[in-house]
């Protein structure tokens, strides 16, 4: 029964058009902020005259001299930080995910499911598997693009000797927590069933709950604990996960934490989805 | 109840409740293997929960289902069961053939072929390729017919199906439940508002009223009930029935209880009837004409006006 799931889930998901506007958005996200630094480099540079395509850059380096630009100072690494740790690609992990999730609940397709004598059990376990599998899919494609468009706006030359490594590493770490981050996701989806309220409260976790998790923090210092929930809660992880220099004790957190909120978000998801009536 | 009677579905005191609300209080029905049976209540009554429930969609809070001789392991059970509840479920933004294909998979059906053969049943063929969200509120509910008989099941349970279809419509998927009924011994649990189609079907009924089963019947005993005759009610039903037989030659009348006989035939010879019972000294107290339609004896059952 899990394999039809499964098979259903697959179709389902290369005919949905919400994976393919999240994808194709966040590609052109991405896409136009590399070329929007391209061009102020440029115009720093002197090689493309200020205000072209509607790019102004305020204070353009003075004549004279070897000019430089901004991309000299930008990073790739960094910029991958700041698209997948930054909220980006947490955004619209979250905008998929519960399209994908309510999307069962919103015309009553699940019915056709759980009605045919199909256990509630695998049913849910297939939509959480489809759902953390898509936003795998989604953040990688993320992660390559922000890397390819980059490489190819600085050029080759500025890619050093550790960056495919600490990419990999980056990239590993991040995609990991994202499971666990769209497997919250896919919970919210369920206990709301509702489209707006889902993607509110997954709008309101991924801005707010760092700051949350900071100010818990504050709290356990208050009380002479050495406790910190931002250690532990997912979005505080993406959002301070380190592009080098990663250490064991972050990695093992990492690992612990993703574990953690996975089985956690499968286990409250399962338990509402079985006794709520649908 | 006979030895062999073999039941598709049985409940027994199948209660849910909503906070302080008893959607469904109670309620013990026995679904013979190849009856069409007609629900029949009110809105709000608790047909759609009572069948939410029996189709796994709901959480009994009380009470037990049994599906084909079986209590335990229902979700297995309830693969040879096909449901149309409430409004049918679908992904508006894929077409006919895609959400087809959606439960084909689902349900493990080799056949690819069976999703055109099912869009031929209910009569979509052409809409295949529409999405969904073009579709007519009838079309939707071919669509989810369609859907429900996927797997061939043993059991069906539609919840009101011929709403939105035009008159055309309306006849066609009588034509199919009758049809699946006496070719495939398709057992169908059927709610609908419009009981002079539910009656063309039917061949046994339950009532719900507030949560509760109030009556269950067969179709010949609901014709029993409905036919039109003059009843009397008199001292002396002995002595009543005797002059019936030897002055009129009436056979055709029964006694359902001490003081009541009804006749069912010669009832426009009603004044001499009642004329000769008095010189024959029965004493008479009531004499009328009665008899109803199928709505008029389901609505004097329910209390009120169904919408």
């Known amino acids: 029964m899990m394999y ?16 393919y506007v999240c994808l194709l958005s966040a590609l052109v996200c991405i896409v136009l902020v590399w070329l929007s630094f391209w061009v102020e480099d440029q115009v720093e540079r002197g090689n493309i005259e200020n205000g072209t395509m509607g790019f102004a850059v305020m204070e353009p380096d003075a004549e004279g001299g070897e000019a430089t630009g901004i991309l000299d100072d930008l990073d790739i690494m960094l910029m991958i930080q700041t698209f997948v740790g930054g909220g980006f690609s947490t955004l619209f992990i979250a905008l998929f995910v519960c399209v994908w999730v309510v999307g069962e609940y919103t015309n009553g397709a699940v019915k056709n499911t759980v009605g045919k004598g199909c256990s509630r059990l695998h049913v849910f376990m297939a939509k959480y598997i489809s759902s953390v599998v898509s936003a795998l899919a ?22 050093g000797e550790t960056f495919w490594l ?9 995609l990991m927590l994202g499971l666990a981050y769209a497997g919250v996701i896919a919970m919210v989806g369920e206990f709301t069933r509702s489209m707006a309220v889902s993607i509110g409260i997954s709008i309101l976790l991924a801005a707010l709950s760092p700051a949350l998790a900071s100010a818990a923090d504050l709290i356990f210092k208050a009380v002479h604990s050495d406790f910190r929930v931002s250690d532990y809660w997912i ?34 998801g399962l338990v509402h989805f079985r006794n709520a009536d649908v | 109840m006979e030895m062999n009677t073999e039941y598709a579905l049985r409940t027994c005191g199948l209660t849910k409740t ?3 609300h008893r959607a469904v209080d109670n309620v013990s029905m026995n679904v013979r293997k190849g009856d069409i049976y007609g ?7 608790g047909k759609t929960t009572f069948m939410k429930m029996v189709a796994g969609l709901a959480n009994p809070t009380q009470g037990t289902i049994e599906l084909f001789g079986k209590k335990e392991a229902l979700e297995r059970q309830r693969s040879r069961v096909g449901c149309l509840i409430e409004e049918p479920g ?20 080799a056949e690819r072929d069976i999703t055109h053969e099912m869009l031929d049943l209910v009569k979509l063929s052409g809409a295949g390729k529409k999405k969904i969200k073009h579709f007519s509120m009838g079309m939707k509910q071919r669509l989810g017919i369609a859907i429900a008989l996927m797997r061939n099941p043993d059991l069906l349970i539609l919840d009101e199906p011929i709403n939105g279809l035009d008159p055309s419509g309306i006849r066609e998927i009588r034509d ?3 049809q699946l009924n006496r070719e495939r011994q398709t057992t169908i649990l059927v709610s609908s508002h419009i009981l002079g189609e539910l009656s063309k079907i039917a061949t046994r009924y339950g009532i719900i009223r507030e949560g509760a089963l109030v009556e269950e019947f067969d179709a010949e005993a609901l014709e029993e009930r409905c036919r039109r005759c003059q009843k009397v009610v008199v001292d002396d039903t002995a002595a009543a029935a005797a002059i019936l037989e030897v002055r009129f030659g009436i056979t055709d009348y029964d006694v359902p209880d001490t003081h009541m006989i009804r006749i069912f035939e010669r009832y426009d010879e009603a004044e001499e009837i009642n004329r000769a019972l008095v010189t024959g000294g029965v004493a008479l107290r009531e004499s009328v004409l009665a008899g109803q339609d199928l709505e008029g004896y389901f609505m004097e059952l329910l209390g009120s006006t169904m919408a």
Not at chain 1, 4 to 19: D, I, Q
Not at chain 2, 90 to 109: F, H, K, Q, S
Request: proline share 3%; aromatic share 10%.
């Open chain 2, 90 to 109: 679908y992904y508006p933004y894929m077409t006919a053939m895609d959400n087809l294909e959606i439960v084909r998979r689902n349900l493990g059906i």
């Open chain 1, 4 to 19: 039809n799931l499964m098979s259903s889930e697959l179709y389902k998901w290369r005919k949905s058009r919400a994976f």
């Open chain 1, 138 to 159: 989604l953040n990688l494609v993320i992660i390559l693009a922000v890397v390819l468009t980059g490489a190819a706006v600085t050029g080759p030359a500025r890619i």
């Open chain 1, 235 to 268: 979005v505080s992880l993406i959002e301070h996960c380190p592009y080098e220099g990663i250490d064991m004790d972050f990695a093992g957190r990492a690992v612990c934490a993703t574990a953690m909120w996975m089985i956690v978000s499968l286990s409250a």
């Open chain 1, 166 to 174: 600490d990419c990999l590493v980056y990239a590993g770490l991040q």
């Open chain 2, 39 to 45: 629900f029949i209540g009110k809105n709000g009554a």
């Open chain 2, 18 to 20: 909503y906070r302080q």
């Open chain 2, 176 to 178: 199919l439940l009758t």
